[in-house]
């Protein structure tokens, strides 16, 4: 969470520049922004509240400067708290991403020295410590003995108004330094500078770099000079774009399709691999937060249906705590599409530990779980930036469906799945399809409450489908596992509570419909999503009978509903209040 951009540069930018950069990282925080720059030796800082949107700086041109898209975590959103944070004689200005936990004690220790805090957060601490090793060593020294004094996983960058230096460490979240033509840029990920650099240095953690007319790459916590391995990144505009969409959610959404077709095509042999390392392993776990965790119990269907293999899965903030039984056969398959999610990042800490073998499933490449990872498979869904997963989700579930089977040794039939399913997936995007939706979204526009049901592999469905309305129409809904709606929930149930049911063709059908019954008797609106109208159903969402791949449809028909709804209330889905897209702290 929260965005860092910066450059240092032999030739003189605009300010407005570090504006531009931030917005490409807002995915990762939009509750506040700030930029400081340094004129002669002075730092001028320019902050505010809310997402950048159409804002506008007035800070001069300068050849050093950083920025700061901020995600709250120690004190409210308000300018003071916003980034970059000062010393007491306003020369050092740092902009944090992480959480410095011994803060509060650092802050009494700087207190009691005569150090001034003007804001509530943890960050401002790291500023007043650079600014109290000054008085005895050079900076780089000051940074790394101030880093060295915190704790918690944090990527931090400094600047001082007496030094032509960035400097940066970290032991968390991403940051990247793009070497450009006589400057260097860093960013807490590439999208940020790619179009200033083709040469890239993706820092690990405990690593400090030093940015001037040179770079240096230091190890933390001694400082010992370490050489820099370059990477070549590519700039591709076209990603970073709307393009005629109105939003980002609704453009991933429609690019499903092709993802499908590239893994039915293009997968076999990695999936291939990957299924003979499970039947290998000796207890395999996947592992997932949010959308990421519904696509891993999706796959435990998958598994337990297709392949008649058990795979278990938690999600991944709860799997810390059911560490103890892995051992050095268990096999680890973590499913992030942003490779940074504090959540699973920790559970494969604990798993490498215990020599576990860790494959990632990601869509970026390069960063912290996909070094974490033993083996490494790309969505190759290509960037992501609603903060809301649509896209990814459906990566995630056309792998795992064609892993499922090709352990069954039948992967050519996943592939006619994933063709089928594109197709169809077509079907829903059609402008007559989307009218539909979009009535059913104008009838759910006046509800607090909707509760989405589903059994089997239609399940995880359900509660996908609860988490995209939640997320950007901050309409309460709740995913049900059909069979538990007498054990409590049907109490919700009143008259014209709308209620979402997924009835595919399978095994479930007949059981989940008693339960849309159940709902109707008691008042409750039924929208149905199945391959057959039925006289239970108030609106009805076709979704062709696709066997094992319809799971891959359905949803498809809830992310419109849920984008519709959204944009109905005239919220902007893909900056949803309080979400960031890297989920960087616990
Ligand atoms: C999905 O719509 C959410 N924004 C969220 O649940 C997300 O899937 C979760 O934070 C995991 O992210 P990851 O895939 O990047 O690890």
């Known amino acids: 969470m929260c965005g860092i951009y910066g450059f240092v540069s032999e030739n003189t930018h605009q300010a407005g520049e570090i504006l531009e950069g931030l917005k490409l990282l807002e995915y990762r925080g939009y509750d506040s922004w700030g930029v400081a720059v340094k004129i002669k030796k002075q730092i001028k800082v320019e902050k505010s509240i809310g997402k950048i949107g159409n804002d506008k700086i007035h800070l ?3 050849n050093l400067g950083l920025g700061h898209t901020r995600w709250a975590t120690h004190g409210g959103v ?4 916003a980034h970059p944070h000062l010393d007491c004689k306003k020369n050092i200005a ?11 004690e650092l802050k009494k220790e700087l207190s009691k020295k005569g150090h001034k ?8 601490v790291f500023a007043h410590l650079v600014e109290e090793f000054l008085k005895k060593e050079g900076f780089t020294t000051a940074v790394k003995d101030a880093f060295n004094k915190i704790r918690g996983l944090n990527a931090i960058v400094v600047m001082n108004s007496l030094s ?3 400097i940066a460490a970290k032991t968390g979240s991403p940051l990247v330094v793009g070497v450009g033509n006589e400057e260097f840029f860093i960013s807490s990920d590439s999208l940020g500078i790619a179009q200033h650099a083709k040469k890239a240095l993706f820092l690990k953690d405990n690593e400090m770099v030093v940015l001037g007319k ?5 190890s933390l916590p001694k400082g010992a000079r370490l050489s820099p391995k370059f990477e070549e990144i590519e700039y591709i505009q076209s990603l970073e774009e709307k393009g005629k969409y109105q939003h980002f959610m609704l453009k991933e959404i429609m690019e499903q399709p092709a993802i499908l077709e590239n893994i039915s095509q293009n997968y076999q042999v990695t999936i291939q691999d990957l299924g003979k390392k499970i039947k290998k392993a000796f207890g395999t776990y996947f592992v997932g937060a949010g959308t990421a965790y519904y696509a891993c119990l999706a796959g435990a269907y998958l598994f337990s249906k297709i392949a008649k293999v058990h795979v278990n899965t938690e999600p991944a903030s709860e799997f810390n705590y059911l560490e103890d039984f892995l051992t050095p056969k268990s096999l680890i398959i973590a499913l992030s599409q942003s490779e940074e999610t504090i959540d699973v990042i920790e559970p494969l800490q604990r798993a490498k530990k215990r020599n576990s073998k860790i494959i990632a499933i990601t869509n970026v490449q390069g960063s912290t779980i996909y070094r974490l990872a033993n083996e490494k498979i790309l969505l190759g869904a290509g960037p992501e930036k609603a903060v809301a997963s649509t896209k990814a989700y459906l990566a995630k579930l056309s792998i795992l469906l064609m892993l499922a089977f090709s352990m069954k040794g039948q992967i050519k039939q996943a592939e006619t799945l994933l063709i089928k399913g594109a197709k169809e997936i077509r079907r829903i995007l059609s402008p007559k399809y989307l009218k539909k939706i979009q009535k059913i979204a104008r009838f759910l526009k006046s509800k607090e409450h909707v509760f989405i049901i589903g059994r089997g592999v239609s399940y995880p469905s359900a509660l996908e489908a609860a988490l995209k309305i939640r997320e950007v129409s901050y309409v309460h809904a709740e995913g049900i596992a059909g069979g538990e709606l007498k054990h409590g929930p049907i109490a919700l149930i009143e008259k014209g509570t709308p209620c979402i049911v997924f009835a595919p063709n ?4 007949n059981a989940i419909m008693s339960n849309a019954m159940e709902i109707r008797a008691r008042g409750g609106i039924i929208i149905g999503i199945s391959f057959r109208d039925s006289e239970v159903f108030d609106h009805y969402l076709e979704v062709k009978d696709l066997k094992e791949a319809t799971i891959l449809v359905q949803i498809v028909t809830i992310q419109l509903l849920a984008y519709y709804l959204a944009v109905l209330k005239g919220y902007d889905p893909d900056r949803p209040r309080n979400l960031a897209k890297s989920v960087t702290v616990r």
Do not use: A
């Not at 040179?214 to 230091?218: A, E, G, R, T, V």
């Open 506 to 509: 399978d095994e479930t059908y």
């Open 60 to 62: 001069p041109q300068t």
């Open 164 to 166: 032509s230096e960035i």
């Open 117 to 124: 805090f003007i804001s509530e957060t943890d960050t401002e």
């Open 214 to 218: 040179d770079i240096q790459l230091l």
């Open 94 to 104: 740092v902009v944090h991403n992480g959480i410095i936990e011994n803060y509060r």
């Open 78 to 81: 308000t300018v003071k708290n």
